[in-house]
């Protein structure tokens, strides 16, 4: 059994959560942690956890942690190719095969840059065993698809010597567990647009654009059985090939979202009318711009990404226990409202 663990990413919102889950349920693990800034309380909060100071583009540290590693957990942004490289070779000098986790999510599968379903229903549903040669077919330009690709070489190459696993969650809500980065993004996003559309809440088309979700601590379920799988040697977890792993527990077209915010903006004050109303394509366009993903804002309000965890679910039995998003996302709402 390989106890070790290397994890990065410990104080984002995915990665700190398997960090605390994994010291949490398992105090026996040797757990390592790369970060670039020491939160204030962490080493009084994780008196076992070994911190080693770095960042993403320290590639000599990556590689000697990882190769001292059993298992290596890596977070937080999944499309830096350096890190990711760096890990890889670290883990490749190991004399035993060792095991990596990496996160990826479903915006891989998003059709936000085609006109066709953007504000629609795309009735593709993607599992991750039936459809596992098509997403391993998806157009180079895809999101995260640069490091899956990385990732899939790796194992045409050296599958032998290497055991890898994606995990690759839908949108996820509910308060995360770490030291830093405690609920997502997706909430805040949207109440910081708002005010760009005449203080509406907005959709586009039908609004019936459909994504899959997962609260915090169901994904955490999952990420457990796999990091224990690994522990473990391997054990009832695929790997390489097989090892890609959606998490998705629901799914909630745009507007049923969108419209259930409204309620609670309204009813905080923060908005006077919660109704959502339909907006045109520059409406959407003008919410969000970030220079290096253009269309970013399509992609969050008006496009598709449907899941099914048939493997979690076929090996693990997993399925979603916590609340569903309708159910407590008044909570993440409360939150995006404090820090406006």
């Known amino acids: 059994m390989g106890r070790k663990i290397f994890l990065t990413g410990a104080t984002g919102y995915i990665g700190g959560s398997v960090f605390d889950t994994i010291v949490t349920h398992h105090p026996e693990y040797e757990v390592t942690v790369l970060l670039r800034n020491v939160p204030q309380d962490f080493s009084s909060r994780y008196p076992k956890v070994k911190i080693i100071k770095g960042d993403y583009d320290s590639h000599d540290i990556l590689a000697a ?10 977070n937080g942004n999944s499309d830096h190719e350096p890190s990711l490289k760096a890990i890889i070779s670290g883990l490749l000098t190991r004399q035993t095969p060792g095991f990596l986790l990496h996160l990826s999510g479903s915006g891989i599968l998003s059709d936000f840059r085609s006109d066709t379903y953007l504000g629609k229903l795309n009735p593709k549903i993607w599992s991750d065993v039936d459809d596992r040669d098509a997403i391993s077919r998806l157009p180079d330009d895809a999101l995260h698809r640069n490091t899956e690709m990385l990732l899939g070489k790796t194992v045409a190459e050296h599958g032998d010597k290497i055991n890898i696993a994606i995990m690759c969650p839908p949108d996820i809500y509910g308060k995360g567990k770490g030291p830093g980065k405690t609920w997502s993004a997706f909430v805040p996003m949207y109440v910081d647009s708002v005010p760009k559309v005449n203080n509406r809440i907005f959709y586009y088309r039908d609004g019936a654009n459909t994504r899959s979700w997962v609260h915090i601590d169901d994904l955490m379920t999952l990420y457990l059985h796999v990091v224990e799988a690994a522990v473990a040697g391997g054990g009832n977890a695929q790997w390489n090939r097989e090892g890609y792993y959606f998490a998705g527990t629901q799914e909630h077209s745009h507007i049923d979202v969108v419209s259930a915010i409204g309620k609670h903006l309204s009813a905080q004050g923060v908005i006077e ?13 003008s919410t969000v711009n970030v220079p290096w993903l253009p269309g970013l804002a399509r992609y969050l309000w008006a496009s598709n990404s449907r899941t099914r965890a048939d493997r979690a679910r076929k090996l693990f039995g997993y399925q979603g226990k916590a609340p569903g998003l309708l159910e407590v996302l008044e909570a993440d709402v409360a939150h995006a409202i404090s820090k406006t």
């Open 65 to 74: 942690a990882t190769s001292n590693a059993d298992v290596v957990v890596h």
């Open 273 to 285: 009318n919660g109704a959502p109303v339909a907006v045109d394509i520059k409406a959407i366009d």
